[in-house]
């Protein structure tokens, strides 16, 4: 964790309305998802609120990076992008994937720890449908925010470890996602392979 404890996060919290809580999500995530949620359990606040707050945070935050992208391609994704070692090539592989499997392609976004902001800014620069986007970001976000809330309600006191294992576990599910497609690719190859020594060998 941070310098910022889960009980110094529940002081601020306690101390500020709803409104401050929502930007305080959009900017600082779960942790306050969680100790907004704990504060809801102690009858400080409303838990139906801060699910609210805690959905449509998720949502907004995500939206913004995608808008950035959809109007302003060349100004942040080809001229900032090499920062990160977006080539553009790579940053063609990626549009790909998004418009090939959007959905796996847009879960790796979101659950990675490490390339959300850059992810969506670059699925907004590749023109993937809005309505698309929006559905698949939607039911993305509904587990996140579901899950933070109730960890604060129900165990807020406990939140530093238990967050820990969710962080961790992350990867996990970006590496079965990975493993996934991988094997999917394989299977299609090797499918293709033997169908065309199948029609050689007639």
């Known amino acids: 964790m941070t310098a910022l404890t889960f009980s110094t996060i529940l002081s601020w919290v306690l101390a500020n309305g709803y409104f401050l809580i929502f930007v305080a999500i959009i900017i600082g995530g779960p942790i306050f998802i969680s100790a907004a949620a704990f504060a809801a359990a102690l ?81 907004g620069a590749a023109k993937l449908r809005f309505k698309k986007f929006f559905y698949i970001l939607l039911v993305l976000s509904l587990p996140k925010a579901v899950f933070f809330t109730l960890l604060g309600y129900f165990f807020g006191r406990a939140y530093d470890s238990l967050a820990k294992y969710f962080y961790y576990g992350q990867y996990l599910i970006i590496a079965v996602i990975i493993l996934f497609i991988v094997i999917d690719y394989l299977f299609v190859k090797i499918s293709k392979k033997i169908s065309q020594a199948e029609i050689n060998s007639e």
């Open 43 to 123: 009858g400080y606040l409303n838990v139906y609120v801060i699910f609210s707050l805690a959905f449509f945070g998720e949502m907004a935050v995500d939206l913004a990076f995608y808008l950035i992208g959809f109007f302003s391609r060349v100004h942040v994704v080809e001229r900032f992008g090499h920062y990160f070692g977006l080539t553009s090539a790579r940053i063609l592989k990626i549009e790909k994937m998004l418009h090939q499997h959007s959905w796996k392609t847009l879960m790796i976004i979101k659950y990675s720890p490490i390339i959300p902001i850059l992810g969506f800014i670059i699925t």
